[in-house]
């Protein structure tokens, strides 16, 4: 272990920061769903596995920089050099799950906008694209550990026996796969909000947020441009780096962009429109539902916190007065009893 120097610093500072950035996000997510919305679900447990998964791949990172990683390979001492390998390559193993979890995370936060009582196309979509997802990441973790026997071939290259195949062409493909989903996702609001019984502002929140998460699409192309040109490069301590970097910064994306639409509720708290005696409901309802419930004479869930707390004191003034008035006329004929 030669220690953290030159672009191996800022490396592990970004990675760290970006961490911090996630669990901030999830703990406020966690905050309002479990706390003032009181429903927390699938896709909020999904964005902690992410934070989770995300902390190893960071940890991992951390041990490669310092084994040389970000210093270029003719300053970095040779018995450093299969530690670094070694971290790495699990490291690129570990990210590929977690990037299973963040989409499914965001794809489990849109199956919440659609009915959940019949198979609708958008529920069948959805499904669709978290199960291509795993399939095809877990197809590209399988094939980096299977690749080589025994497994210290696949980062140990004094071993003279050959590995299998080239494990580029399962990464290109889980890079393009997970691309496409990513843009797909963040399409797919526009269309199943368009005609959703929602307030306007509500439904721009919720589509805007989650658009956002067509970024991590962006870092992935940026990523899936030097896949061949990092594993070719006789120089992988230094130029590593790349890659590594837009894999933390699409994770960051996902886990910011599929947060942002659930804060509302806390936001409301923030601003003390919402106490903590009338909890929230969650703002984001099924497709139908609004319709339902205003043909029953119900408040909606999406009802905006503060209009419901404005209908509730206009409910209670008047109960009160009521009151007064039956008192009053109780006492008027008190009187006159007695008179």
Not at 90 to 97: C, K, M, Q, S, W
Not at 321 to 335: F, L, M
Request: glycine content about 4%.
């Amino acid at each position: 272990m030669i220690g953290i120097k030159n672009r191996g610093v800022m490396m592990v500072a970004i990675f760290w920061v970006e961490v911090a950035i996630c669990y901030v996000f999830a703990a406020l997510r966690y905050y309002t769903r479990a706390r003032i919305v009181r429903k927390a679900g699938v896709d909020d447990w999904l964005v902690i596995v992410s934070c989770l998964l995300f902390t190893i791949y960071a940890t991992l990172i951390t041990l490669c920089c310092q084994h040389g990683m970000g210093q270029h390979l003719l300053h970095v001492p040779p018995e450093n050099y299969l530690p670094f390998a070694k971290y790495h390559f699990f490291a690129l193993d570990i990210i590929a799950i977690t990037a299973i979890a963040t989409k499914a995370a965001v794809a489990a936060f849109l199956l919440r906008l659609v009915p959940s009582t019949v198979a609708t196309w958008e529920r069948i979509f959805l499904w669709t694209c978290i199960a291509t997802m795993a399939i095809v990441s877990t197809m590209s973790v399988l094939a980096a550990l299977l690749r080589c026997t025994p497994i210290e071939l696949a980062w140990d290259p004094l071993q003279r026996h050959p590995c299998r195949f080239d494990i580029r062409h399962f990464v290109k493909l889980a890079g393009a796969w997970t691309t496409i989903e990513d843009f797909v996702l963040a399409i797919f609001p526009w269309l199943v909000l368009w005609n959703m019984q929602m307030r306007r502002k509500e439904r721009l929140l919720v589509a805007i947020g989650l658009s956002l998460g067509g970024l991590g699409g962006i870092c992935n192309i940026f990523r899936a441009v030097h896949i061949d040109d990092l594993s070719d490069s006789p120089d992988k301590t230094y130029d590593m780096l790349q890659l590594d970097l837009w894999s933390a910064t699409e994770i960051t994306f996902s886990v910011v962009c599929c947060t942002i639409p659930v804060l509302r509720p806390l936001y409301m708290r923030v601003l003390g429109q919402l106490s903590e005696s009338n909890p929230s409901d969650d703002f984001i309802p099924c497709a139908g539902q609004r319709a339902d419930h205003q043909q029953k004479g119900f408040s909606t869930l999406n009802d905006d916190p503060a209009t419901r707390l404005d209908e509730e004191a206009s409910i209670t003034i008047a109960r009160t007065h009521e009151t007064t008035n039956s008192i009053s006329k109780d006492v008027e004929r008190d009187v006159e009893a007695k008179g």
